[in-house]
């Protein structure tokens, strides 16, 4: 069984590859990642002697290579984490390495399987964030038939390479699922997100910087929670099908800063809040009844005891976050970004 994996170095990317070499004896994976500053090798080391395992850097944005790669590999399978991911980087920074790769990269990949007869699937991981924003007063969820309504250049990048896998597979008959998730955590995960970036402030005696009133919502799930959904999605998963994966774990930015500073025995005096993000999506939630039922999929772990051990992965990888500190040289610029929220209010 062969499985290309894009974006195989990043969080989620690389604890499904872990996860899969863990459940499947016979398989091969071809890692292809271009390793931006999000990628990162160090998140594979404890596999890096499993043959089963191969790393080539490279660019989905850049067709011939993966025209290249896709005839040398053969892949049975393909799932693609490749994308650019944080929302902030996509309103301060801009959005055209966000289109080049969560556009142009997945119409590459599509056409690499288009013309590849031996493609099973092709997964394509998308995010909840292309359903746009609930009201918090509303009992209203995302389904799979739920309209695009994208707020911010990321989303609207990644709902444009879903709208490709749509396309592709009504034209084509392209085998490929589109997955839309909720927000994630778990170890590996770059700490510009908002649960390792909290941990660190805390580690360097920072105070937890909250956007606006604090009290938008994500829907939070365990990244090996995700990873069993996508493994289903590839090896049950129909064609042509779209799944949402959630964990019905609603929880206000607010909940989750009180809980990391119980964790470290802080008060309220250490969060602060400040000017909101533009666009800032108020709730999302995910109705991911179709995947319980055609997949066979629920969640297994339980929030507070991963949630703990999430806590606990950080503080004791400390390696790995002096490394991520290195290799990326700013260690987050959206820190500057808040005080200069908080300096403008
Ligand atoms: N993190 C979440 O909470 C979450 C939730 C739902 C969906 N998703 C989706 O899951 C996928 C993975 O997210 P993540 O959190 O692991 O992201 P991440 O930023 O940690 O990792 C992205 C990886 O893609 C690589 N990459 C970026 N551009 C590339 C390119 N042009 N060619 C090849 N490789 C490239 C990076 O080097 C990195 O290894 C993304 O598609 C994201 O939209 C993430």
Redesign the pocket.
Known sequence: MRIFV??G?????SNFIRYILGKHKNVQILN?????Y??NLNNLKDIEKDKRHRFIK????DKETVDLVFQKFKPDYVIN?????HVDRSIHIGAKEFI??NIT?VFNILEAVKARSGVKKYVQ????EVYGSLPLNSKNTFKEDTAFAPNVPYAAT?AGGDMFCRAYYNTFKTPVIVTH????YGPY??PE?LIPFFILRMLENKKLPLYGDGKNVRDWIYVLDHCEALRLCLFKGKPGEVYNIGADNEMSNLEIASLILNHFNRDKSWMEFVTDRPGHDRRYAIDSRKIRKELGWKPKHQFKKVFTETIHWYLKNEDWINNVREKTGVFNPHIDLWEGHKMKK
């Not at 170095?9 to 990317?13: E, Q, S, V, Y």
């Not at 292809?32 to 931006?36: C, E, R």
């Not at 490279?58 to 944005?61: D, K, P, R, S, V």
């Not at 991981?125 to 909840?128: F, I, K, N």
């Open positions: 894009c974006g170095a990043g969080f989620i990317g292809y990642d271009a390793l931006t999000s990628g490279g660019n989905i944005a984490f490749a994308a650019e991911t080049d790769t990269g991981v998308s995010t909840d990644k998730c909720s927000n994630n995960q770059y997100k």
